[in-house]
């Protein structure tokens, strides 16, 4: 087990695309980091590089204090599941375990013990003389795991391991391998793109934009602080509404305007984002995430400066919750960090942005308790939380914190 | 009661069942009757004819009978002939699969100009046997490159001291014996070397990436690589062609006629002998052929019985 440390890491391929741009990133010994990131984003780039499966355009990569720019794979002493698995189609799941040990002259019994051993953590000692093809998804995707198990490396490279399998099974798997990580305190980089996997799984979620690191922090650190626009946006499901409004000072307190509805930023938001002084009077990026929004006739004495009206275009009951899409008559945010977003979702999410771009409205989500009694078409008076509310500056789409 | 004793009365004749059964299937027999025409005409019924001449006596023409075959193992040329043959094909086959699994590596690695050098491989598909037959005298002609490339060589090697290596010029398909043999089989090397080469890059082709990958970070050196992925993975590759191309290797014809001619006779061109002027003598011709067919036949089925099988259960 070891620490990684990747220093101003970048990687240019021979037709000029800079795929990763001065990644650095210190990973401590046994911990579970998560590259997300749209796709193309460069993250499983930044992977490969680690692995040895990619050079290193400059930068250093160090494994265990160990530069290994020019260390091939299988002398880094990692170990990689890759996203189709790559099993050795002609070998039984247990020469598919012992295939590393064997090249690494460890005697028979030693391989034995140890393949049997994976084999029973994973739940795979009835298939160890199946073939590949006789197994299902899921089964493939532990023998994947097993035969990084069974190496005992010093690290796990894990190159979007889950997305093969149905919605189901993931959320199986997800805590599975959660476990075995915690219970072998391997360190582990961990690629997908699905933020749901980021936060549930990582100790640390790094988000990566077009090959640059935006932030690497825990999973609610990042929710709380994102620290920019791209950030804010990209994680969290449904995704954070942003809206261009006015900050104004009044009654000696600070307001946020936007489509006619002003909110007064609470006092407490205010001391942890001072920063926020300095756009009196100027435009901001305002975030309120969906599940900070709440339908008002189910909260007890909402101040009318927390209320904002609106009329509900789609409903969508998932249960637990209740989803319910609104306009509002304020330009949406587009910069490149949204569009971005937009694209990640599809084209078709871009051109529907930039559409309701040019008709001057926002499409706000917002997440209600079950119990409300929102009905498609009807007007409806919601509550924000003006304690969470993000403030972006809309020039840099950097988070507004300190001063 | 009366209604299944009537139905226990009336019993369609076969040629009624028969009748109806077609009616139904009109539309596939259209479809497979030209082929099983073709198959029976053109394959089927000249096996049967070559099988029953090969066992007809040449003068009283009395059926069954041995003669042709006695007559064809009394013969040393036969024998020579039949001894060649396996020969031939062993050794052509053997060139073939190894010349072509490295140009299918070869041309599996990326580089620059890759579709032109594909494209110069595929060159002696267009090349009719015979063809290729004269082009391979030239190349082995006394007088030629195979010998002028060799002298060069002996040259070099007898410019270091204490070696002298003093080189005659070898007439390859005269000479008879192994060497010629050797000469027609690296002819026919030449003219399957693109059918065996691309069987393979297909194979090569069809085994993922990320699998060498893995073997990568599993620890594997490049001819670990080799040995337990990828010549592994290529083995249903190996006996298709090599199922395709035995079969052939046996007939060799052509280019035994030209090359080698009837100083190292293979079955081929003993039956051609035998059947063409001045000999006209369908009989022992049909005889040969027949143990040529069932020669092809053994090796068929000894394929079949333990490549085939062992194949199929390393799956």
């Not at chain 1, 990692?78 to 012992?98: E, G, R, S």
């Not at chain 1, 756009?279 to 305002?286: I, P, Q, S, Y």
């Not at chain 2, 035998?274 to 040969?288: E, I, K, Q, V, Y």
Request: net charge neutral.
């Amino acid at each position: 087990m070891a620490e990684i440390t990747l220093e101003d890491v970048t990687k240019v391929y021979p037709d000029g695309t800079q795929a990763v741009s001065d990644l650095a990133l210190d990973i401590k010994d046994g911990e579970f980091v998560v590259f997300v990131g749209p796709s193309g984003c460069g993250k499983t780039t930044a992977l490969r590089m680690v692995a040895g499966l990619e050079d290193i355009t400059s930068g250093k990569v160090m494994i265990g204090g160990r530069v290994v720019n020019d260390v091939p794979p299988k002398d880094r002493d990692i170990a990689m599941v890759f996203q189709n698995y790559a099993l050795y189609p002609h070998m039984t799941v247990y020469d598919n375990l012992a295939f590393g040990l064997k090249l690494r002259r460890l005697k028979k019994e030693v391989i034995d013990q140890r393949v049997k051993e994976a084999a029973r953590i994973l739940g795979l000692t009835e298939m160890l003389k199946k073939k590949p093809r006789n197994l299902s998804g899921g089964q493939r995707q532990r023998v994947a795991m097993g035969r990084a198990i069974v190496r005992e490396p010093q690290a796990f490279l894990m190159d979007e391991p889950l997305s093969n399998l149905d919605a189901k099974l993931r959320v199986q798997m997800r805590s599975e391998i959660s476990r075995i990580q915690r219970d072998l305190k391997v360190t582990t980089i961990y690629v997908t793109h699905d933020q749901t996997e980021a936060m549930t799984m990582g100790d640390r979620v790094a988000v990566i934009r077009k090959g640059e690191l935006q932030q690497a922090e825990p999973p609610q650190d990042l929710y709380d602080h994102p620290v920019n626009l791209f950030v804010a946006g990209f994680i969290g499901s449904p995704a954070m509404n942003m809206v261009e409004a006015s900050v104004s000072r009044g009654d000696g307190a600070v307001f946020v305007e936007f489509a006619g509805n002003r909110l007064r930023v609470d006092d407490e938001l205010l001391k942890e984002r001072p920063g926020l002084k300095r756009f009196e009077g100027r435009n901001v990026v305002l975030g309120i995430r969906p599940e900070d929004i709440e339908d008002a006739s189910l909260v007890s004495e909402a101040p009318k400066d927390r209320r904002i009206p609106a009329t509900v275009d789609l409903r969508e009951a998932l249960g637990s919750e209740v989803l319910i899409h609104f306009r509002v008559k304020a330009p949406v945010v587009l910069t490149e960090d949204t569009k971005e977003l937009a694209v990640d979702v599809g084209a078709e999410a871009l051109e529907e942005l930039e559409q309701v771009a040019q008709q001057g409205e926002s499409e706000f989500v917002a997440q209600l308790n079950p119990r409300t009694r929102a009905q498609r078409g009807q007007p409806i008076e919601l509550v924000v939380d003006t304690s969470r509310l993000h403030f972006f500056d809309p020039e840099t789409g950097l988070g507004i914190y300190t001063d | 009661m009366a209604v299944a004793e009537q139905a226990a009365r009336y019993r369609p004749s076969r040629m009624a069942l028969l009748a109806a059964w077609m009616r139904r299937h009109r539309f596939e027999i259209a479809l497979i009757t030209p082929l099983v025409a073709y198959v029976v005409v053109l394959t089927i019924a000249p096996i049967i004819d070559t099988f029953k001449v090969s066992f007809t006596h040449p003068r009283t023409l009395a059926f069954p009978s041995g003669a042709n075959y006695q007559a064809n193992f009394g013969s040393a040329t036969f024998r020579e002939a039949t001894v060649n043959t396996v020969i031939v094909a062993v050794l052509s086959l053997t060139l073939e699969l190894a010349v072509g699994l490295g140009v299918a590596l070869a041309l599996h690695a990326r580089f620059r100009g890759q579709g032109f050098v594909r494209t110069v491989i595929l060159v002696p598909l267009g090349v009719p046997t015979i063809v290729s037959g004269a082009i391979m005298l030239l190349i082995f002609a006394r007088s030629g490159y195979v010998n002028s490339v060799l002298g060069g060589i002996a040259g070099l090697i007898s410019d270091i001291p204490g070696v002298n290596w003093e080189f005659r010029n070898l007439s390859w398909t005269t000479d008879g014996g192994l060497r010629t043999l050797l000469t027609v089989s690296i002819a026919d090397m030449w003219k399957v070397l693109p059918i065996v080469s691309l069987i393979f890059l297909a194979g090569l082709q069809s085994i993922p990436e990320d699998i060498y990958e893995a073997a990568d970070v599993d620890g594997a050196t490049k001819w670990q690589k080799f040995a337990r992925i990828t010549f592994p993975l290529l083995i249903p590759y190996i006996t298709m062609a090599l199922i395709l191309r035995s079969i052939d290797a046996f007939r060799i014809f052509e280019l035994a006629l030209v090359l080698s001619g009837a100083i190292e006779p293979v079955l081929g061109t003993y039956i051609w002998d035998r059947f063409g002027p001045p000999t006209n003598d369908p009989f022992t011709a049909s005889a040969a052929a027949i143990v040529l067919f069932g020669i092809i036949m053994v090796f068929i089925i000894l394929y079949l019985r333990f490549v085939a099988a062992r194949t199929e259960a390393a799956r």
